[in-house]
């Protein structure tokens, strides 16, 4: 299944690439929309006892995770000056990878 989620979102951003749309501008409705219909999904999915709305509904929760983070990075990469990438995308990176494994210590 995570293939599947990596594979889709990956084609969805390419996909909105080929988009021309001002993102600046559009930006906050995008999310807002991605957001509602994600949590609208996420609280179906709570409710369902079919297993194949759960797997639809984690691949379209995954997919546009993995869409509004790739605008949400170039639209920062847009605005910030060019010594600044590797700080900006190092933090975020180091932040991740700071809480990935605290999950499993609390086991």
């Known amino acids: 299944m995570e293939a599947a989620t990596t594979l889709t979102g990956a084609v969805v951003v390419l996909a909105v690439g080929f988009v021309r749309l001002d993102w600046s501008r559009l930006g906050d409705?995008?999310?807002l929309v991605a957001s509602l219909?994600?949590?609208s999904v996420?609280?179906?999915m709570g409710r369902m006892d079919q297993i194949w709305f759960a797997y639809a509904g984690y691949l379209f929760f995954r997919m546009s995770y993995q869409l509004l983070m790739t605008v949400a990075s170039f639209e920062i990469a847009k605005r910030i000056e060019r010594d600044?990438?590797?700080?900006?995308f190092g933090i975020n990176t180091w932040s991740d990878n700071g809480q990935n494994p605290?999950?499993?210590l609390l086991k």
């Open 42 to 44: 996420l609280a179906a």
């Open 37 to 39: 219909l994600g949590g």
């Open 29 to 31: 409705y995008a999310i």
């Open 84 to 88: 600044a990438f590797g700080l900006v």
């Open 102 to 104: 605290s999950p499993k």
